[in-house]
Nanobody, 121 residues
Framework: QVQLVESGGGLVQPGGSLRLSCAAS????????MGWYRQAPGSQRELVAL???????NYADSVKGRFTISRDSAKRTVYLQMNSLKPEDTAVYYC???????????????WGQGTQVTVSS
């Protein structure tokens, strides 16, 4: 099985920064993509940023220029550096991995447990 463990959420003032991390472990054969989604109260889960195994990235328009996604393949970890945070960035952030395990030949989607990010003065 695969486990994803997130860290780095918290409370920050508008204009501040946070860095989220998510590490994958388990019987991983190949990682195709990693990313971050978020869900605010009363809203649907939305893509924040995605990075592929070839380092192609995709960002939501609302975070372009403020957030940066990166990865450490050796550590099987994805990061989200969030700068110039705004109150509307407040949400639960979920990491996402598309992984082929050593057991199942087709890739599957895996999610972290979620970490709360609150931007407020």
């Amino acid at each position: 099985q695969v486990q994803l463990v997130e860290s780095g959420g918290g409370l920050v003032q508008p204009g501040g920064s946070l860095r989220l991390s998510c590490a994958a472990s388990g019987s991983i054969f190949r990682i195709y993509a990693m990313g971050w989604y978020r869900q605010a109260p009363g809203s649907q889960r939305e893509l924040v940023a995605l990075i592929t195994s070839t380092d192609n990235t995709n960002y939501a328009d609302s975070v372009k220029g403020r957030f940066t996604i990166s990865r450490d393949s050796a550590k099987r970890t994805v990061y989200l550096q969030m700068n110039s945070l705004k109150p509307e960035d407040t949400a639960v952030y979920y990491c996402y991995f598309r992984i082929q395990t050593a057991v199942v030949p087709s890739p599957g989607d895996y999610w972290g447990q979620g970490t709360q990010v609150t931007v407020s003065s």
